[in-house]
């Protein structure tokens, strides 16, 4: 058996017994290390500081800056060093996340590795890389860190969040707003639920409609469009050769700019040409970047994104030119590397705020501009000249405080004759505090997926709180949740779940349950193995309809998987049995406990746990509850529940066989024992606690003593 084994991986992607997020949980078998202490191999030590510094700032229990070193020092378990060096692994790739456990199973040697993530494939990637490491200091070999992380970087940019999806979750969990990656690589996110729920995929939402994108796209109607609606944009036309190119630039006037009419990012835009060779070189590079060309004004100035979220213009940015001075002695790649890409706002990364300057590949742009001044990219410019070796390198240069009342309406009416909610649009002026009409500037271009990075880390200037923008946009008031109940137990789970689902049916909402048997969404039901499973919970809050989500979540669902929803306006535990024990090496009823009371732990703090005064492992969840609790009982003198009624709590429960309900010591009657439908006798005795708990949910949800009355009376159950 090879040391370090990692046996299984599971991706708990909901809340678990171990934290109310996501984490991942690793069966790592110790093997031949199982009882070797950090403080007995020689230089383990030592190579592990060496190669991880960053590692002092790990507390531990220790509670203290260099916590996890003491630790180190005194000796402690793989499992726990294969913990922190995960954790140090997705820091340094750039998702600083510091929470993570070590836990010995029943299996001698075997343990769980616990670590928490931002993203699934990451710190899958994280861990294994954490045992290949580990397994060099403990022999003594060798290990690229350098190289590691580099390589872990690159899984970040192919699988993490992008910055602009990034900042909008970041806004909507400080709203609260739950919110899910609806596909693993992609930047396609769910915010809020059912039929609160709102659809992102990076700065683009299920209200960008396909018309919209198609007239951004298409930058002669576009230009048509805004020039019909006031808004100031360079005189233009589309051409069909080089020819009418230089035809269109003689009627314009030079000089003019040639580009296509469907590319962006300034690919194939030629500026300040004032030649017919310039024009006739230009065409022909412009077409191979789009299905078109068109011929515009040129408009001197400098460029400018203003972002329009909504109804508002929230953030803008200046875009200077790069350009290098020459010394007399140095080529222009030489200049580039020496006085831009050596400034440590430029990088590689997504976060760096400025592009490194390619030069290797360069723009065709740049590259026709040096040659119409005599240069090649190994010329040597003279002393003092400038030259221009990038365009658009230097974006991030925030100027929103700067920007002219009349340009910022200007730009919100760009978005809304498009038809976008929100909106990058390019600005070409010399002074973006003046109006446009005063110095001839122009809005040149609106972009549908206008990135937010720039808004987000400027290299100069204040940061923009872009993504809150955006979600406030998305939602103007409330938090997208609808109301969730979550049901779990050892047995009754389905039963109650049908119940429950039949009663609040007559509340009129679309409710989305899932269960054992599978799930049903209003009249509408689907058989799944998977319904009491995350697949289950995922698909009621998924549908579009679905106003009330009823959801069954069993062991299973906890222990492997997570719960499938972040919190709950309801959470019922109906028992605690020994009939799971085993799976997950959850061995003893304390431990499935604490599986079980996940649902009492994600209860936000407006709900109401729903519990079982009867079963003493129940009972005992309520003060983990950050809401209010509700008792059932089939023993009106049951203790719990008198103690809770004498608190003034609200209850459920039984007395001369009429089932009751109650406000503090006030109680009233709902109905008698023998009017339920579902069977109570004998063998189906355990239904009363189902139906108890089933009533107290309905009532939490606001449902009339009546309604709930005639519920119990008309279910009709299964055998």
Same mark, same amino acid.
């Not at 194939?268 to 078109?292: H, K, P, R, W």
């Given at each position: 058996?090879?040391?370090?084994?990692?046996?299984?991986?599971?991706?708990?992607?909901?809340?678990?017994?171990?934290?109310?997020?996501?984490?991942?949980?690793?069966?790592?078998?110790?093997?031949?290390?199982?009882?070797?202490?950090?403080?007995?191999?020689?230089?383990?030590?030592?190579?592990?500081?060496?190669?991880?510094?960053?590692?002092?700032?790990?507390?531990?229990?220790?509670?203290?800056?260099?916590?996890?070193?003491?630790?180190?020092?005194?000796?402690?378990?793989?499992?726990?060093?294969?913990?922190?060096?995960?954790?140090?692994?997705?820091?340094?790739?750039?998702?600083?996340?510091?929470?993570?456990?070590?836990?010995?199973?029943?299996?001698?040697?075997?343990?769980?590795?616990?670590?928490?993530?931002?993203?699934?494939?990451?710190?899958?990637?994280?861990?294994?890389?954490?045992?290949?490491?580990?397994?060099?200091?403990?022999?003594?070999?060798?290990?690229?860190?350098?190289?590691?992380?580099?390589?872990?970087?690159?899984?970040?940019?192919?699988?993490?969040?992008?910055?602009?999806?990034?900042? /909008?979750?970041?806004?909507?969990?400080?709203?609260?707003?739950?919110?899910?990656?609806?596909?693993?690589?992609?930047?396609?996110?769910?915010?809020?639920?059912?039929?609160?729920?709102?659809?992102?995929?990076?700065?683009?939402?299920?209200?960008?409609?396909?018309?919209?994108?198609?007239?951004?796209?298409?930058?002669?109607?576009?230009?048509?469009?805004?020039?019909?609606?006031?808004?100031?944009?360079?005189?233009?036309?589309?051409?069909?050769?080089?020819?009418?190119?230089?035809?269109?630039?003689?009627?314009?006037?030079?000089? /003019?700019?040639?580009?296509?009419?469907?590319?962006?990012?300034?690919?194939?835009?030629?500026?300040?040409?004032?030649?017919?060779?310039?024009?006739?070189?230009?065409?022909?590079?412009?077409?191979?970047?789009?299905?078109?060309?068109?011929?515009?004004?040129?408009?001197?100035?400098?460029?400018?994104?203003?972002?329009?979220?909504?109804?508002?213009?929230?953030?803008?940015?200046?875009?200077?030119?790069?350009?290098?001075?020459?010394?007399?002695?140095?080529?222009?790649?030489?200049?580039?590397?020496?006085?831009?890409?050596?400034?440590?706002?430029?990088?590689?990364?997504?976060?760096?705020?400025?592009?490194?300057?390619?030069?290797?590949?360069?723009?065709?742009? /740049?590259?026709?501009?040096?040659?119409?001044?005599?240069?090649?990219?190994?010329?040597?410019?003279?002393?003092?000249?400038?030259?221009?070796?990038?365009?658009?390198?230097?974006?991030?240069?925030?100027?929103?405080?700067?920007?002219?009342?009349?340009?910022?309406?200007?730009?919100?009416?760009?978005?809304?004759?498009?038809?976008?909610?929100?909106?990058?649009?390019?600005?070409?002026?010399?002074?973006?505090?003046?109006?446009?009409?005063?110095?001839?500037?122009?809005?040149?271009?609106?972009?549908?997926?206008?990135?937010?990075?720039?808004?987000?880390?400027?290299?100069?200037?204040?940061?923009?709180?872009?993504?809150?923008?955006?979600?406030?946009?998305?939602?103007?008031?409330?938090?997208?949740?609808?109301?969730?109940?979550?049901?779990?137990?050892?047995?009754?789970?389905?039963?109650?779940?049908?119940?429950?689902?039949?009663?609040?049916?007559?509340?009129?909402?679309?409710?989305?349950?899932?269960?054992?048997?599978?799930?049903?969404?209003?009249?509408?039901?689907?058989?799944?193995?998977?319904?009491?499973?995350?697949?289950?919970?995922?698909?009621?809050?998924?549908?579009?309809?679905?106003?009330?989500?009823?959801?069954?979540?069993?062991?299973?669902?906890?222990?492997?998987?997570?719960?499938?929803?972040?919190?709950?306006?309801?959470?019922?535990?109906?028992?605690?049995?020994?009939?799971?024990?085993?799976?997950?090496?959850?061995?003893?009823?304390?431990?499935?406990?604490?599986?079980?009371?996940?649902?009492?732990?994600?209860?936000?703090?407006?709900?109401?746990?729903?519990?079982?005064?009867?079963?003493?492992?129940?009972?005992?969840?309520?003060?983990?509850?950050?809401?209010?609790?509700?008792?059932?009982?089939?023993?009106?003198?049951?203790?719990?529940?008198?103690?809770?009624?004498?608190?003034?709590?609200?209850?459920?429960?039984?007395?001369?066989?009429?089932?009751?309900?109650?406000?503090?010591?006030?109680?009233?009657?709902?109905?008698?024992?023998?009017?339920?439908?579902?069977?109570?006798?004998?063998?189906?005795?355990?239904?009363?606690?189902?139906?108890?708990?089933?009533?107290?949910?309905?009532?939490?949800?606001?449902?009339?003593?009546?309604?709930?009355?005639?519920?119990?009376?008309?279910?009709?159950?299964?055998?």
């Amino acid at each position: 058996m090879p040391d370090l084994d990692i046996r299984e991986i599971h991706i708990l992607r909901g809340p678990n017994i171990w934290a109310n997020y996501p984490v991942m949980e690793a069966w790592v078998d110790l093997g031949s290390l199982k009882d070797t202490g950090s403080d007995e191999v020689p230089g383990f030590n030592e190579r592990l500081k060496a190669w991880l510094p960053g590692m002092i700032e790990h507390r531990c229990s220790v509670g203290e800056r260099g916590g996890f070193f003491q630790r180190l020092d005194r000796g402690t378990y793989p499992a726990h060093i294969l913990e922190h060096v995960t954790l140090e692994l997705q820091t340094m790739a750039g998702h600083p996340l510091g929470f993570g456990k070590a836990r010995e199973t029943c299996v001698e040697g075997l343990y769980k590795v616990i670590v928490r993530f931002d993203d699934e494939v990451v710190v899958q990637e994280c861990l294994r890389t954490a045992r290949e490491l580990l397994l060099a200091a403990y022999t003594g070999g060798a290990f690229d860190v350098a190289a590691e992380v580099k390589r872990l970087q690159d899984v970040v940019d192919r699988n993490a969040l992008g910055p602009s999806t990034k900042a /909008i979750v970041d806004a909507a969990k400080e709203r609260g707003i739950p919110w899910r990656r609806l596909q693993e690589g992609r930047s396609l996110i769910q915010l809020g639920q059912g039929a609160k729920q709102r659809r992102i995929w990076t700065a683009e939402t299920d209200r960008t409609g396909a018309i919209a994108e198609y007239i951004a796209q298409d930058k002669d109607l576009t230009r048509t469009f805004l020039k019909q609606a006031g808004v100031p944009v360079p005189e233009g036309q589309t051409v069909g050769s080089a020819e009418e190119a230089w035809e269109a630039a003689q009627d314009i006037g030079l000089p /003019i700019v040639v580009k296509p009419t469907d590319a962006n990012h300034g690919r194939g835009v030629f500026i300040d040409l004032t030649t017919s060779e310039q024009v006739t070189d230009a065409y022909q590079q412009a077409l191979n970047e789009g299905s078109g060309v068109m011929v515009e004004k040129f408009i001197p100035g400098v460029d400018h994104r203003l972002l329009v979220v909504g109804s508002e213009m929230v953030a803008a940015s200046r875009g200077d030119p790069a350009v290098v001075v020459g010394d007399g002695k140095s080529t222009i790649v030489q200049l580039i590397e020496d006085q831009l890409n050596s400034d440590p706002r430029r990088g590689e990364l997504e976060t760096c705020p400025w592009d490194k300057i390619d030069t290797v590949k360069w723009d065709p742009v /740049i590259l026709a501009d040096l040659q119409n001044k005599g240069h090649t990219p190994e010329s040597v410019p003279h002393d003092g000249e400038r030259v221009l070796v990038a365009r658009f390198a230097n974006w991030a240069i925030d100027i929103t405080d700067d920007v002219h009342p009349t340009v910022r309406d200007h730009v919100i009416i760009a978005a809304k004759v498009a038809g976008l909610d929100i909106c990058g649009v390019d600005v070409v002026c010399e002074d973006i505090s003046k109006p446009l009409e005063e110095q001839g500037g122009a809005i040149v271009e609106i972009n549908a997926s206008p990135g937010l990075l720039m808004h987000l880390k400027p290299a100069v200037g204040k940061v923009r709180p872009v993504g809150e923008a955006i979600v406030n946009m998305l939602f103007p008031e409330g938090d997208g949740r609808i109301p969730v109940i979550g049901v779990t137990g050892t047995q009754g789970k389905t039963t109650t779940v049908k119940l429950l689902a039949h009663l609040l049916a007559s509340t009129g909402k679309f409710l989305g349950v899932c269960h054992s048997e599978g799930l049903q969404f209003g009249e509408r039901k689907a058989v799944s193995k998977q319904g009491d499973r995350l697949f289950g919970a995922q698909g009621v809050l998924l549908h579009p309809w679905t106003e009330i989500a009823i959801c069954e979540t069993s062991a299973e669902s906890i222990i492997l998987e997570g719960i499938g929803y972040d919190r709950c306006q309801t959470g019922i535990v109906l028992n605690v049995g020994s009939d799971h024990l085993g799976l997950g090496y959850i061995d003893t009823l304390e431990q499935m406990t604490k599986v079980k009371r996940c649902i009492v732990d994600v209860v936000l703090p407006s709900g109401t746990a729903v519990l079982n005064a009867d079963d003493p492992l129940v009972a005992g969840m309520a003060e983990y509850c950050k809401g209010s609790v509700l008792f059932f009982s089939r023993d009106a003198g049951n203790e719990v529940l008198v103690k809770h009624r004498e608190a003034g709590g609200r209850a459920f429960f039984v007395s001369a066989g009429e089932i009751k309900l109650a406000e503090g010591i006030a109680e009233r009657t709902l109905c008698s024992v023998s009017e339920v439908s579902l069977p109570l006798d004998g063998h189906f005795a355990f239904h009363l606690h189902d139906v108890l708990a089933a009533c107290g949910a309905a009532w939490d949800q606001g449902l009339g003593d009546e309604a709930i009355a005639n519920g119990l009376r008309t279910f009709q159950a299964t055998a």
